[in-house]
């Protein structure tokens, strides 16, 4: 049976922090954090998480170590955390193949399908400019699982999202970026990283499922 591709990644960049261990499946497979950094043309980075399994390690292809120049095929991954009480999303790329890099440029390519899970929140800045978030569940075909992805629309995009619903289904493209912010807590300052999809394109289908949206039975603070 084939599948619809719904999750999508590309990335051409170089390593910035060497793998890390993070966790290890009930078969006994062991998976890696490190840190891939990938320039836009406006000359800022993204430092993208990319999680990846021991089993591409172990190749002995790549070393994976800092200043190594690598293409990252993918996809956009999330997991829910306790924080402090509350449910929060962490996002990486989990990585499916991997290879030299092929370009002097680097890429930042993403393709997403899935549905609306939260009502979109639409607001304008001080200038005037049009910015619409949108939380995105995307369906793993092979598991009875979705990924929760964080869109953010500008512009012409932001506007035509403006009225999208709960259920509605839609597939985007982008890059995935990163953003730095300062948290306070009990008065203390914490520097955090938020991770979200930037909308270059997007596009929205007429069929809408709302059964789709379960959001694992937990509301997911952002």
């Known amino acids: 049976m084939e599948y619809e591709k719904t999750n999508s990644v590309f ?3 170089t390593v910035s922090k060497a793998p890390e261990f993070s966790h290890e499946l009930y078969g006994g497979e062991k998976f890696y954090d490190f840190v891939l950094d990938v320039q836009r043309l406006s000359g800022t980075v993204d430092s993208i998480p990319i999680t990846i399994s021991e089993r591409l390690i172990s190749l002995g292809k790549f070393t994976f170590q800092v200043g190594e120049k690598l ?3 993918g996809e956009f991954r999330s997991h829910n955390y306790e924080e402090n009480g509350k449910s929060k999303l962490l996002l990486s790329v ?13 890429s930042n390519i993403i393709e997403l399908t899935g549905f609306v899970c939260k009502p979109p929140i639409f607001r304008e800045t001080p200038f005037k400019r049009q910015i619409n978030d949108i939380l995105l569940a995307v369906n793993r075909p092979f598991f009875k699982k979705s990924d929760y992805i964080p869109l953010i629309a500008w512009g012409r995009n932001a506007l035509f999202a403006k009225n999208f619903r709960v259920g509605d289904k839609i597939s985007v ?5 990163s953003r730095k912010f300062t948290k306070v807590i009990d008065d203390v300052s914490y520097q955090k990283t938020a991770y979200e999809v930037s909308v270059q394109d997007i596009t929205k289908y007429e069929e809408k499922i709302e059964a789709h949206i379960s959001l694992e039975e937990k509301e997911i603070g952002l």
Request: aromatic letters at 4%.
């Open 11 to 13: 990335l051409s960049g």
């Open 173 to 177: 493209q982008g890059r995935i970026q």
């Open 94 to 106: 989990l990585c499916k193949d991997v290879a030299q890099k092929s370009s002097v440029s680097d």
């Open 71 to 73: 293409d990252i095929y």
